[in-house]
């Protein structure tokens, strides 16, 4: 079994920016890629970025391009994202997830999930 929890969220203005962490425990062995998804209220789940485990290549959504960073930590058991120039649609519950083997930017395929974490966009 592995445990995500992810912290960081807040309310920030548009323009800001803001890192979001998450801690895993428990076997992670065997992962093949960590990721970030988000929810806004009433839509579905998106892809936001992912990292293989081995190889470290990043995989980002279109609307986050060139303003999230995702990395990895194996030493600390830590993924972060580093989101730059939020935007109110930015606005979402973000989840941190492992992935044992599907593809890394499908929901769907990740095993493992945390609670999320709320950011809040405003103008």
């Known amino acids: 079994q592995v445990q995500l929890l992810e912290s960081g969220g807040g309310s920030v203005q548009a323009g800001d920016s803001l890192t979001l962490s998450c801690a895993f425990s428990?076997?992670?062995?065997?992962?093949?890629?960590m990721g970030w998804f988000r929810q806004a209220p009433g839509k579905e789940r998106d892809f936001v970025a992912a990292?293989?485990?081995?190889?470290?290549?990043?995989y980002y959504g279109n609307s986050v391009k060139g303003r999230f960073t995702i990395s990895l930590d194996k030493s600390k058991n830590m993924v972060y994202l580093q989101m730059n120039d939020l935007k109110p649609e930015d606005t979402a519950v973000y989840y941190c997830?492992?992935?044992?083997?599907?593809?890394?930017?499908?929901?769907?395929?990740?095993?493992?999930w945390g609670q999320g974490t709320l950011v809040t966009v405003s103008s």
């Open positions: 997830a492992l992935d044992r083997g599907g593809r890394a930017t499908v929901a769907q395929d990740y095993e493992y």
């Open positions: 428990g076997r992670s062995n065997g992962a093949y890629a």
């Open positions: 990292i293989l485990w081995f190889g470290d290549k990043t």
